[in-house]
């Protein structure tokens, strides 16, 4: 069983950057690529970015590459995404997720976290 917890959304300028967290108490963690979602009000969840297993591979959505990374310990039980450079368009809640595949869509998504909101004020 997989449960996710996600923490660090809030407000931020322009510019500014967020980590978000994403924590699991379950024991399959590193069995799972895990991923990271958003979704802004009035359009649907899309895809930001991915990691697989072993922290090897990652995949990203274009408007992600360069500002966001997305980064895992399985030791610990998490995942983070590191988003810098953040837009006003880039303001939505962000979810975690847990696939079986790099660039899952959110069919194909095993486990949700409960979401973290992201604010960012022009």
């Known amino acids: 069983q997989v449960q996710l917890v996600e923490s660090g959304g809030g407000l931020v300028q322009a510019g500014g950057s967020l980590r978000l967290s994403c924590a699991d108490s379950g024991r399959t963690f590193s069995t799972y690529v895990m991923a990271w979602f958003r979704q802004a009000p009035g359009k649907e969840r899309e895809f930001v970015a991915a990691?697989?297993?072993?922290?090897?591979?990652?995949d990203y959505a274009n408007f992600a590459k360069g500002r966001f990374t997305i980064s895992r310990d399985n030791a610990k039980n998490t995942v983070a995404l590191q988003m810098n450079n953040l837009k006003p368009e880039d303001a939505a809640v962000y979810y975690c997720?847990?696939?079986?595949?790099?660039?899952?869509?959110?069919?194909?998504?095993?486990?949700w976290g409960q979401g973290t909101q992201v604010t960012v004020s022009s």
């Open positions: 997720a847990a696939s079986l595949r790099i660039r899952p869509m959110p069919r194909e998504v095993h486990y």
């Open positions: 990691i697989n297993w072993n922290g090897e591979a990652t």
